[in-house]
């Protein structure tokens, strides 16, 4: 049976269910607290009382109250690592994929996986800032991007390092090279829908598709270059205008 909860009741427990998981707790224990709360919630609002009234001042405190009652499951928890790693790794290798057939240096692979697990940490943390702080749309899209815009910096830095260190480079070949791409491509498609967000395919697409678009054209390197880096920026702040909008049209929604 569904219950039609408040609209600050909804996101309260969505965003439980995100804090308790990037905590590393069990998904069955999760469901059910959040699946107990629920009903809690509707009762209560039923009965005219707010959430505010049921999970206190300090949302924040409530969610960490809950977690440490709970067991951390690093066992199941540890299934999504994988995930989270491929889609660090999604980024570079489909943006390299533009310029021909993959090839990488020994230096960019132990990079890759170093950014990996700082990429990791780095969504962790997002995950549960925005889930125990319940913070806007708009802010949270700006700490979501803040891994994102680390893992581009350490890429920069590792190219350069990997431009003046020589290192044994591995080929994937043509065929090799675009499966992997395909693969990595479908992961970021099922990773978004199951996120329920689309700023990993926005972003993806922001900063390659200019990048390969420019590429079929006779302008020169540098104009190419900074054609694609004004694209780039216009594509992600029209996509942060189209949330803002979007929330700006959810808040005057329930105010009707």
């Known amino acids: 049976m569904e219950y039609q909860l408040s609209k600050k009741s909804e996101k309260f427990i969505d965003d439980l269910k995100l804090y308790l998981f990037s905590s590393g707790k069990n998904e069955q224990e999760t469901k059910e607290i959040t699946d107990e709360l629920e009903v809690h919630l509707y009762e209560a609002e039923q009965n005219g009382k707010s959430i505010d009234q049921i999970v206190g001042a300090s949302p924040k405190e ?35 994929l533009i310029q021909g057939p993959l090839s990488y240096s ?31 749309k708009i802010k949270e899209f700006l700490i979501f991007m803040l891994p994102i815009m680390i893992s581009m910096l350490f890429i920069g830095a590792i190219l350069i390092v990997d431009s003046i260190y020589q290192t044994p480079i591995i080929h994937f070949g043509f065929i090799g090279s675009y499966l992997i791409g395909f693969i990595f491509l479908l992961f970021i498609i099922f990773f978004s829908l199951w996120a ?31 054609t694609s880096m004004i694209i780039t920026y216009l594509l992600m702040g029209l996509y942060l205008l189209y949330v803002v909008k979007k929330e700006k049209g959810k808040k005057e929604g329930t105010l009707t």
């Open 62 to 96: 409530y969610m960490m109250s809950i977690s440490s009652e709970m067991k951390n499951d690093y066992r199941a928890w540890a299934k999504y690592v994988p995930l989270i790693i491929i889609g660090a790794m999604s980024f570079s290798i489909l943006g390299d």
């Open 106 to 136: 020994l230096l960019k692979i132990i990079g890759s996986i170093v950014n990996s697990i700082l990429f990791l940490g780095g969504v962790m943390f997002a995950f549960r800032y925005v889930a125990r702080n319940q913070v806007s």
């Open 196 to 226: 329920k967000t689309a700023v990993l395919i926005v972003t993806l697409i922001a900063l390659h598709l200019p990048t390969l678009l420019l590429s079929f054209t006779t302008f020169n390197e540098e104009t190419r270059l900074i």
